[in-house]
């Protein structure tokens, strides 16, 4: 029987007919949870986001929605904007008309095209499209009133950080809610260069890395800065007054100044642990972890705090400084038969960064006698890192069917593959999130490595240092969210082929940063040889698939 009526009748968009299994359970469970932060484990197929989007509309709340990309606001907006969802982002994703031919400023010698990122009112000169008629402008209004929002985590810190933020809301609702770690560290870390202190300030770098000492380097910049820009709004204030137009260079040196501060503030303010990373003429400047953080920048005394993930865990609220006592934490089964999305380890080798040029050889072999026995399909591997990928093309067998990525053709890359006719292998250290590749498009998924984070990163490095337990969980999260590329429904099938043997001491050590929904698809029994494929899946996916060439 449903718990609710069905999702028209609540106020959802007319194409969510009926609650899929599991949603109105969900929904009745976030209602009426007493705790302030709630987790939701909601396997891919779930429909996580009528779940959550059903809440809010249920409760009468005003919610924000933070996610990862830009296209899944956009996917946000497709599917909720008749119910009055609003987006905005950050100024960089809006044309400053005062910028472009015909604005108040062009005449100033501005190239057309510029964002609202480098508008004159960014640095107090006055511009009248900020009141009404500026792209950024209008939909920040917009959003500061309206009863649902959607934006993105470094948006939505940054607001509430740097400026006046969206207004008070009932509800935050965290989706893709296992990055927003890593979001809120991302949104707190600052990078700045020797060169743009020196131009800004005439101070150098201090030496070392302690991050004491760039505190207290900081502190006197910080008071030195902040008067010479409070001396450079005055006198653009007294030119407005006056009716004189305001210089060009004396706006750009404003927006330098003002943008070489908040460095330098954060870099004065650093409380709790912090990682300083330095390079030739730069430095980067991260907390350890976020959690010190997570209330101020991202909960901002929020009544209800939401987090809905595929792969969100207990481990995912400790690293946000959730308490066990503040939070409810739900993992709702996965509708996809385990049968058709088996999880396998096949015995290689130990994929490490020490490894033997033998063990390498031996670890691509094991790869093509996977791809051997699967050339009626095509199938993605996941390398981890470029230097696995290269490794692969250079001593595979089948290096005519690959096709591969170079982080700055992904999309097209994809797409070539999503329209090519089998056989056909997509090798790619970085597909492991934010793609769908349903049916015929990806039969198969090999892990080549088991993904810890890479510790030259110092920032990382600190993280693992303090946490033993963070490398596994990251690495966890990883795997899962890689094995949901090519298994979108519950008439879909794609095999998980692990050709790591690092799985064997990790996966029951570790296991418990995986949601019940995976563990129950990883094979309970070891095999020593290649397995054979699933059936051939007869279900073409709806891409249009001319001949690949």
Known sequence: MALLPDPPYLGLPDKFTTWRTGQDKAVVDLSDSPRRVFALNAPTGFGKTATYVGAAVLNRKRTAFLTST??????????????????????????????????????QGIKPGDRCDAGPCRIGAPCRERRSGCAYFDALKAAQSAQLVTTNYSFWVAQHRYSDGLGKFDMLVL?????????????????????????????????GDDPEVWRVWAIPIDQDLGFDVAALEEHI???????DRIPHALMRELHFKKSVLGKVHVLATMEGAWVIERELHAMKAAPVFPAPYAEEFLFLNIAKIVLVS???????????????????????????????????????????HKWSDVEQRTWVRRIDQVLARRLDRKGIIHTGSYQRRDLILTHTEYRDIMLFNDGTNTRQIVERFRRADAPCVLVSPSLTTGWDLPYDECEYAIIGKVPFPDTRSKITKARDEADKEYGPYCAIQTIVQAAGRGMRSADDQCEILILDDQW????????????QWFINAVAKRRIVTIPEPLPKLQRRSSCPNPKFV
């Not at 809120?184 to 131009?199: C, F, G, H, K, R």
């Not at 996965?334 to 015995?347: E, N, Q």
């Open 237 to 243: 204030k007294e030119l407005n007054n006056y009716g």
């Open 70 to 107: 830009k296209g899944l606001q956009s996917q946000l907006m497709a599917d909720f904007s008749s119910i009055g969802m609003v987006d905005v982002r950050g100024q960089q994703n809006y044309p400053c008309h005062a910028l472009q031919l015909g604005g108040i400023y062009y005449r």
């Open 175 to 207: 989706d893709e809610a296992h990055d927003a770690p890593d979001e809120l560290a991302q949104a707190l870390e600052i990078e700045i260069s020797e060169y743009d202190v020196e131009t800004a300030a005439g101070r150098s770098f201090p030496s």
């Open 504 to 515: 064997m001491w990790f996966w029951p050590r570790y296991k418990k940063f995986a949601p």
């Open 310 to 352: 595929a792969t969100v865990k207990e481990k995912t609220l400790e690293l946000l400084g959730v308490a066990p006592a503040q939070m409810e934490y739900h993992e709702y089964p996965s509708l996809f038969p385990t049968h058709r999305r088996p999880v396998t380890h096949v015995p290689t080798v130990k994929a490490h």
